[in-house]
């Protein structure tokens, strides 16, 4: 069986992530979440300030600090910054609202997307995202675009954020959904679009378990199963 490259894009809180893994666990494949990469980027920026904003200039200069890699535990994949675990602190509101900004940076994107390529230069990874189709891995064997319409996303993220003991209420976590998608569709650095070979799958309707078909579908008739 040839290992390929699974690219999934799409608006946040899409499951991306959850069917990613489901994928490849199935497979076999290395799972690279590139959200928490960008998520441990802006903790990393806004614990240089003490959590009083972040100053991308001295975030630039200071990337060459940054060291992220992920693990896998009894609790599911765990990210780790400069040994940290951070797998918690990077889902949280003040990051969850600084991130657009942040992974709309030219320099911060180039620094990520690099280390992203690397990490996918064997093939055989599952890899979402926002631009994995478009930008990172053009050329990725098996592409797929995820969408949904703001409130169902909103709803999932809102139980997600209260599973994890984060009490911010439905109609914030709405309004951060949709500047979230204004920002990712509109930045002038790759912007958040679907790729001409994409698969597009609306999920508003569908269950984990029912994207999850549809994609395995699609990937077995790319790699010959």
């Known amino acids: 069986m040839k290992k390929i490259i699974i690219a999934i894009d799409g608006f946040a809180a899409t499951g991306k992530s959850t069917v990613a893994k489901k994928i490849a666990n199935s497979l076999g494949y290395v799972y690279i ?13 806004q614990k240089q300030n003490d959590g009083e904003g972040i100053d991308v200039m001295q975030l630039v200069d200071s990337l060459s600090q940054l060291k992220i890699h992920f693990e896998n535990s009894e609790q599911g994949q765990q990210t780790f910054l400069n040994d940290e675990n951070v797998t918690v602190k990077i889902r949280e509101a003040k ?32 890899m979402d995202g926002r631009d994995i189709g478009t930008v990172v891995f053009p050329e990725a064997e098996s ?15 809102h139980k997600e954020q209260l599973e994890a003991g984060n009490l911010e209420p439905y ?7 949709k500047a979230r998608d204004h920002q990712d ?14 698969v597009e799958i609306e999920v508003s309707n569908l269950s984990i378990d029912e994207v999850y078909e549809k994609m ?3 990937i077995k008739g790319v790699i010959g199963v």
Not at 171 to 177: G, I
Not at 190 to 198: G, T
């Open 95 to 126: 990051v969850n609202n600084a991130v657009s900004d942040i992974a709309s940076v030219k320099e911060i994107r180039d620094f990520l997307v690099t280390q992203q390529r690397q990490m996918g230069k064997d093939k055989g990874i599952v």
């Open 185 to 198: 569709s509109t930045r002038l650095i790759n912007p958040l679009r679907k790729a001409e070979s994409a």
């Open 33 to 45: 979440d590139t959200g928490a990469m960008y998520r441990s980027v802006t903790y990393f920026g």
């Open 216 to 218: 395995m579908n699609q």
């Open 143 to 157: 592409k797929f675009f995820l969408t949904a319409s703001p409130e169902i996303r909103a709803k999932r993220r």
């Open 171 to 177: 109609e914030a976590v709405l309004e951060n959904v």
